[in-house]
Antibody
Framework: AVQLVESGGGLVQPGKSLKLSCSAS????????MHWIRQAPGKGPDWVAY???????VYADAVKERFTISRDNAENTLYLQLNSLKSEDTAIYYC??????????WGQGVMVTVSS | DIQMTQSPASLSASLEEIVTITCQAS??????LAWYQQKPGKSPQLLIY???SLVDGVPSRFSGSRSGTQYSLKISRLQVEDIGIYYC????????FGSGTKLEIK
């Protein structure tokens, strides 16, 4: 079965950094594009970033220049480096596998809280 | 950027009733549209992809349709387990979610 397990979340002060990881299993990781999607408390999901199977990247305007998505195909792991964090970055961050035609497999999510 | 306008924001319906949720895309997105159900404390679950294709294991009372740039999710006979928040998602260019529809039982 497909599994996506996020880790690395927690409480962090504004302006600081955090690195999220997503361990993938149950599928050929290197063959799939991957997303990070976040959901602020009580709000709908918002797309954050995408990395293709050949490591091309795209970012939402709200995180461009602050967040970096990357992948390690040898370790079946997806990453998100979060820099210059703001209170509005507080959310559950989901790792997601792109299936095409809008289909996305989601992990269980990891909470990031930005607060002093 | 592509905008997705989802309606209604909330919906209260009786068991066995037919329920319809719609999403209007701001431009042509072809069939790059999916529907998700989210329950409290859980990640969203895929119901429909490619505008009309039902995911294996999802009850057949769920169906998706498209008319131009308007997309609809229909639940033909509402059941208790269908309560939750429903989101559409366009994946034609980046990902854009609709604002969500909270479905409750009357």
């Amino acid at each position: 079965a497909v599994q996506l397990v996020e880790s690395g979340g927690g409480l962090v002060q504004p302006g600081k950094s955090l690195k999220l990881s997503c361990s993938a299993s149950g599928f050929t990781f290197r063959s799939y594009g991957m997303h990070w999607i976040r959901q602020a408390p009580g709000k709908g999901p918002d797309w954050v970033a995408y990395i293709s199977s050949n490591s091309g990247t795209v970012y939402a305007d709200a995180v461009k220049e602050r967040f970096t998505i990357s992948r390690d195909n040898a370790e079946n792991t997806l990453y998100l480096q979060l820099n210059s964090l703001k209170s509005e970055d507080t959310a559950i961050y989901y790792c997601a596998r792109s299936l095409g035609l809008g289909g996305v497999d989601w992990g269980q999510g990891v909470m990031v809280t930005v607060s002093s | 950027d592509i905008q997705m306008t989802q309606s209604p924001a909330s919906l209260s319906a009786s068991l066995e009733e037919i329920v319809t949720i719609t999403c209007q895309a701001s431009q042509d997105i072809g069939n790059w549209l999916a529907w998700y159900q989210q329950k409290p404390g859980k990640s969203p679950q895929l119901l429909i992809y490619g505008a009309t294709s039902l995911v294996d294991g999802v009850p057949s009372r769920f169906s998706g349709s498209r008319s131009g740039t308007q997309y609809s999710l229909k639940i033909s006979r509402l059941q208790v387990e269908d309560i939750g928040i429903y989101y559409c998602l366009q994946a034609y260019s980046g990902l854009t979610f609709g604002s969500g529809t909270k479905l409750e039982i009357k």
